[in-house]
């Protein structure tokens, strides 16, 4: 009863409000635009657009039949997604470090179920340590991890250092403790930090003690103490402080790939490589 494409027509025109750039957007003539909602009207029986020379409004039926087109329009996408993705199937238990969710990995993700549809993406994120104990224990297929620079194994996406930073209110004298905002041991940026002050000769004390990137971040934007971040994590309202203060420099850390052997091969390269190749893309 209704086309998709009168559908698509009317939709950007309820969006638009205006024909001509409801044209422009769907790449039509006006009259096209105006010959398409009315032939929508003519199989809804109904008026949908109340039109005059100063404006375009919807009537109370086109307010109606907006929100029912956006529903079928969505469905109608999510099927030619599905049928026009890979045919791959099987099943995909994958690990992130959950502040690998400061970077392009959402989007990785979502671009990934559209793509490879009839796979079952099962996620687990937490951090490097706990996932590599459930990657060992046959509990996942693929994790994507941070490890100590020079490792050595899995597959190393891209390599960074350590920065220090805390939000830009925050002041330190130079003969006070540091105060740090670390997650639990064990962690990786936790001993970077606490190793590199300790070599310095510097002091420092724990101000918050979390387990996941939300609680650092909150701890940080609350100007409680500073934290060491991979330099590509750091969000917009913080800022390096590592000159600032004097901070040691912290070591460099690899953003790797770790797989299980066992497991089916097609759905874990095709992942690996969507991150492979975004990561590089954004270099």
Not at 9 to 31: K, Y
Not at 146 to 166: F, K, S, T
Not at 175 to 186: N, R
Request: proline share 6%.
């Amino acid at each position: 009863m209704f086309d998709p494409v009168l559908l698509r027509t009317f939709v950007t025109l309820a969006e638009t409000l205006s024909f001509t750039r409801a044209a422009a957007q769907l790449g039509l003539s006006q009259p096209t635009v105006s010959q398409q909602v009315r032939k929508l009207e003519t199989a809804a029986g109904r008026i949908l657009v109340a039109r005059d020379t100063r404006q375009v409004a919807l009537t109370d039926n086109g307010d109606a039949l907006l929100g029912f087109a956006r529903t079928i329009l969505a469905a109608h996408d999510e099927a030619a997604a599905y049928f026009t993705g890979s045919a791959m199937r099987g099943r995909l238990r994958f690990g992130s470090a959950d502040d690998l969710a400061l970077t392009q990995l959402p989007q990785i993700l979502r671009d990934f179920r559209q793509l490879y549809p009839q796979i079952n993406l099962e996620l687990t994120v937490g951090q490097s340590p706990f996932l590599n104990r459930r990657l060992r224990a046959g509990q996942l297929d693929l994790v994507f991890v941070r490890q100590p620079a020079d490792a050595g194994i899995g597959r190393v996406v891209r390599r960074e250092r350590l920065v220090w930073a805390a939000h830009r209110a925050v002041t330190l004298e130079p003969d006070q403790p540091v105060p740090l905002i670390v997650y639990q041991a064990p962690s990786l940026s936790r001993q970077a930090a606490i190793d590199a002050l300790e070599a310095a000769g510097r002091t420092w004390r724990i101000t918050c003690n979390t387990r996941e990137i939300n609680g650092v971040l909150a701890a940080v934007r609350a100007g409680i103490g500073i934290a060491a971040f991979p330099q590509s994590m750091i969000p917009g309202d913080l800022v390096p402080v590592t000159n600032t203060f004097g901070l040691p420099l912290l070591d460099e850390v690899e953003f790797a790939l770790l797989d299980n052997p066992q497991a089916d091969r097609g759905p874990i390269d095709a992942l690996a490589s969507a991150i492979v190749t975004r990561s590089r893309l954004e270099v």
